[in-house]
């Protein structure tokens, strides 16, 4: 038998009965009634037909339960993940160096920073951090906790880092936007005397091994107070902008003030200085000349600070600030001179 007599003979027979079989309409209507009658249902039911509420069902649930749960709870760890970082950075800024929370309000501080925009951003944000490392300098002289030297310290770092910051935004700035680096400089200048005076105010309550860094810390305010000024005369040169003459002004009124106050106040301890040594009957050459030589520094300004108002006055602004500059180095000088003295003689004596 070949095998297409085979195949024909498999076709002829797939419904026979004899092989269980029998797959004729006929024949399935038969084994479904069957079925039917074993599991309990009607044979003859219409078969049912899906509307459009029944796809808008199915969707609905799908969204709800595919879609929605998932991001519900994402949006729920989120919200508590979220909300304890806010709370924690809020309570962390009354931290100061040392507190447990003080290492967040730094990490917040460098985000801000990283998100600025523009220099000038970045700028305002260092003088306004600056402000804040002052605040803490504030709140731990102002309590009897242990450790305050080394805590007045990291926050005197952390001031000058800041200001520093600063000073290379603003010059920067001054090369890309001479305009804005005027506004800013007049910002950095007025913040600086804020700044200068809350030194001031909490120099009495430094412990003794922090002096020397507040004193480092005055000196970086200085030079950020002089890069600003020169950023305002250089702006007022070049295209008058506004509001630059006064600021101009009043820097050069609050030179002269400082230059006269820490004049007088030299000549003063000079005066004591020779009291106590004619008290005491004490007859030093070492100290003889050198009282002579602060002396005749401090009195030799008054020629040079005349020659700078009358430039100042004909314009020359530059010019006279330097010439400024010039006397508070002699000062200085003369200054140093007669902290010297009254150590050797308070310590001598």
């Not at 806010?86 to 309000?105: H, M, Q, R």
């Not at 007025?190 to 507040?214: G, H």
Request: glycine share 6%; proline share 2%.
């Amino acid at each position: 038998m070949t095998i297409q007599e085979i195949e024909q003979l498999l076709r002829s027979s797939k419904n026979a009965p004899e092989f269980g079989g029998d797959y004729s309409d006929e024949g399935m209507k038969r084994v479904w009634q069957k079925v039917c009658a074993d599991i309990g249902i009607d044979s003859n039911a219409e078969p049912y037909r899906i509307t459009w509420r029944d796809y808008l069902d199915y969707f609905s649930w799908q969204f709800s339960h595919v879609w929605m749960r998932p991001v519900s709870v994402a949006l729920s760890i989120f919200a508590i993940m979220f909300g304890g970082w806010i709370t924690t950075v809020n309570a962390s800024f009354d931290s100061v160096p040392g507190d447990i929370l003080y290492p967040v309000k730094l990490a917040t501080e460098r985000v801000q920073i990283t998100l600025a925009t523009s220099g000038g951003q970045r700028a305002k944000l260092h003088a306004e951090f600056a402000g804040r490392r002052l605040d803490e300098i504030t709140t731990i002289t102002s309590s009897t906790e242990e450790g305050n030297d080394v805590r007045v310290k990291a926050a005197v770092d952390g001031f000058k880092q800041e200001i520093a910051s600063v000073n290379e935004e603003l010059v920067s700035i001054q090369l890309s936007d001479p305009a804005q680096a005027a506004e800013l400089a007049m910002i950095v200048d007025s913040k600086t005397d804020a700044f200068a005076a809350t030194i001031a105010q909490n120099d009495s309550s430094v412990p003794e091994e922090s002096k020397s860094e507040v004193a480092g810390a005055l000196t970086v305010l200085e030079e950020s107070n002089t890069q600003a000024v020169n950023t305002i005369v250089q702006s007022h040169e070049s295209n008058q902008q506004q509001g630059t003459e006064e600021a101009i002004q009043k820097n050069f009124q609050d030179e002269l003030t400082d230059l006269n106050t820490r004049t007088a106040l030299s000549l003063g301890r000079l005066s004591v200085i020779e009291n106590v040594l004619t008290a005491r009957a004490v007859i030093n050459t070492s100290f003889t000349e050198r009282i002579k030589e602060a002396r005749t520094t401090v009195n030799s300004h008054d020629s040079a600070i005349h020659d700078a108002m009358n430039i100042f006055a004909a314009g020359g602004y530059r010019k006279a600030f330097d010439l400024l500059a010039e006397v508070e180095i002699e000062i200085a000088h003369s200054e140093e001179i007669i902290t010297e003295l009254e150590i050797e003689i308070t310590t001598g004596m």
